[in-house]
């Protein structure tokens, strides 16, 4: 079991916008503004894509953003590009014994 | 660019012991420290522990006694050991630089755990 909760998948066509939740507890996601999110193709390393809940890196596209509400963040991909096809883990520090705590992945499927 | 390469795949019997490392380039190794994060098959990602240079270490509740992460500031390089390997530990273990975010990440140690 995670401690931040992802839906297990999602799906959109090539030009659609999408969203993906992330929803944990006011010792993670709540209290700090230190979410990050990652893309994994198949078979590869994880990729920064969003760091501090909203910051993009540089050369990652600008179709990629991140918000927060409470104890929520969200990943939102807009104009969807099969690319895009991939699995996504947020992640955040927390308070607990456990410092750093990731999602359990959604699968995006364009 | 800024580039982290980890050593290559590792069989083990279970009990015994791994030892990976993870070369730094691209960027002043002592800036930032290290996180291990590592992930089994057709799972997700778990984080294991950090280590600094300089402000020391933390270990996830979960590995605490069975894992030590160390650096070697004179070749730039992170090592994670894990101790007492079980069927379970089987997974790709991953480096990644740590400045609040893990960017980027090694290409990955996959270890497999069998007798």
């Known amino acids: 079991q995670s401690a931040l909760t992802q839906p297990a998948s999602v799906s959109g066509s090539p030009g659609q916008s999408i969203t993906i939740s992330c929803t944990g507890t006011?010792?993670?996601?709540?209290?700090?503004?230190?979410v990050s999110w990652y893309q994994q193709h198949p078979g590869k390393a994880p990729k920064l894509i969003i760091y501090?809940?909203?910051q993009r890196p540089s050369g990652v596209s600008n179709r990629f953003s991140g918000s927060k509400s409470g104890n929520t963040a969200s990943l939102t991909i807009s104009g969807l590009q099969t690319e895009d096809e991939a699995d996504y883990y947020c992640c955040s520090y927390a308070s607990s014994a456990t410092s750093v705590v990731f999602g359990g992945g959604t699968k995006l499927t364009v | 660019q800024v580039q982290l390469m980890q050593s290559g795949a590792e069989v083990k019997k279970p009990g015994a012991s791994v030892k990976v490392s993870c070369k730094a380039s691209?960027?002043?190794?002592?800036?930032?420290?290290i996180s291990w994060v590592r992930q089994a098959p057709g799972q997700g990602l778990e984080w294991m522990g950090y280590i600094s240079p300089y402000t020391g270490y933390t270990y996830a509740q979960k590995f605490q006694g069975r894992v030590t992460m160390t650096t070697d500031t004179s070749t730039n390089t992170a090592y994670m050991e894990l101790r007492s390997l079980r069927y379970d530990d089987t997974a790709i273990y991953y480096c990644?630089?740590?400045?609040?975010?893990?960017?980027?990440w090694g290409q990955g140690t996959l270890v497999t755990v069998s007798s």
């Open positions: 691209g960027y002043t190794f002592t800036s930032h420290g």
């Open positions: 006011s010792s993670d996601v709540g209290i700090y503004n230190l």
């Open positions: 990644a630089r740590d400045f609040s975010a893990f960017d980027p």
């Open positions: 501090e809940g909203s």
